[in-house]
């Protein structure tokens, strides 16, 4: 458990082709059903202050009490994800402990030294940073970027929803579509 968040929630794979990456997952892996999004509809995206409209594409799936999500980076805007695909990297990419209280959250990591390098919403109170991930001596950690995700509004109904969805799944169905989250 993280001294600074708590359990770690999810984990994210950038794939190049998600719907291979789900097949793969629910078929040899057993993991599912995936919940995909096509384009998530992502607000007030930044990437080091910038202002950007990205376009990502998730399926997102828990094996038992962590969350995975797939990610396919569907255009070339600046972000993390492009930064290490860039890189020659696939694969997990980032982490995410998720939050009712994302603004203490936050303060409480930007005092511990901690930095935001991307930001955005994924509906009402569905905030997301992630945190800077170079190292004090400058190195880098690919796989190793933090992601803070506030779960207190349609997202948090969702995330359970996914997780209950997967308990007791019976391999039926292995791809869902993502619910509107106006609707949760």
């Known amino acids: 458990m ?8 999810q984990v994210a794979y950038l794939v190049p082709h998600i719907e291979a990456a789900m097949d793969y997952w629910s078929r040899v892996l057993g993991v599912g059903p995936w919940f995909y999004n096509p384009r ?4 007030n995206y930044s990437y080091r ?4 409209e990205p376009h990502n594409s998730v399926a ?17 805007v600046p972000s993390m994800y492009r930064d290490f695909q860039r890189a020659g990297h696939v694969g997990a990419q980032h982490f995410a402990y998720w939050t009712e209280n994302f603004d203490e959250d936050l303060k409480r990591a930007e005092a511990a030294g901690f ?3 991307m930001a955005g919403e994924v509906g009402e109170r569905g905030r997301f940073v992630y945190f800077q991930d170079r190292t004090a001596d400058g190195g880098y950690h690919p796989g190793a970027t933090i992601e803070l ?7 948090g109904k969702l995330f359970r929803m996914i997780r209950e ?9 292995p791809v869902r579509p ?3 989250l106006d609707t949760l």
């Not at 799936?61 to 962590?66: I, T």
């Not at 995700?149 to 997202?155: C, I, L, Q, R, T």
Request: hydrophobic letters at 35%; one cysteine or more; proline letters at 5%.
């Open 149 to 155: 995700s506030e779960v207190a509004g349609p997202k």
């Open 49 to 52: 202050g910038e202002s950007y």
């Open 2 to 9: 993280s001294r600074f968040f708590g359990e770690i929630r």
């Open 40 to 43: 998530v509809p992502i607000r």
């Open 115 to 117: 930095e935001v390098c």
């Open 165 to 173: 969805a997967a308990e007791g799944w019976d391999g039926r169905e």
């Open 60 to 76: 997102l799936a828990n094996a038992g009490g962590l969350q995975v999500e797939l990610l396919q980076t569907r255009n070339d």
């Open 178 to 180: 993502f619910p509107d």
